[in-house]
């Protein structure tokens, strides 16, 4: 399946972004979906991640929990995540990710495939 991130931005503090993840190749609806992220020399993260039905999420800690949204549009081959209350340590650059299971994974190296990742630049 292809990955294409897109919906990354400059944003102030507090600003909101959509973040989108359009799939191609292959069933959609087949794949767990998740996001990651990586800031400036630091490694990549862990935010969210959905399972293949949309019925289970997952977010990394209480503060992504509180402020974003994962969900998926399988009629749209479309994963999405919505930020909110946006810090600038959310500043990074964002991948979506796909594997071939009913449920996602917080390790990233449990995704086969990866988008080409979007930034979002949140100043203060």
């Known amino acids: 399946v292809q990955l294409q991130a897109s919906g990354g931005g400059l944003v102030q503090v507090g600003g909101s972004l959509r973040l989108s993840c359009a799939a191609s190749?292959?069933?959609?609806?087949?794949?767990?979906m998740g996001w990651f992220r990586q800031a400036p020399g630091k490694d990549r993260e862990f935010v969210a991640f959905?399972?293949?039905?949309?019925?289970?999420?997952?977010y990394a800690d209480d503060s992504a929990r509180g402020r974003f949204t994962i969900s998926r549009d399988n009629a749209k081959d479309t994963v999405y995540l919505q930020m909110n209350s946006l810090k600038p340590e959310d500043t990074a650059v964002y991948y979506c990710?796909?594997?071939?299971?009913?449920?996602?994974?917080?390790?990233?190296?449990?995704?086969?495939?990866w988008g080409q990742g979007t930034l979002v630049t949140v100043s203060s």
């Open positions: 990710a796909a594997r071939l299971l009913p449920d996602g994974s917080r390790n990233g190296e449990d995704y086969v495939y």
């Open positions: 190749g292959r069933t959609f609806s087949n794949y767990a």
């Open positions: 959905i399972s293949w039905s949309g019925r289970r999420t997952v």
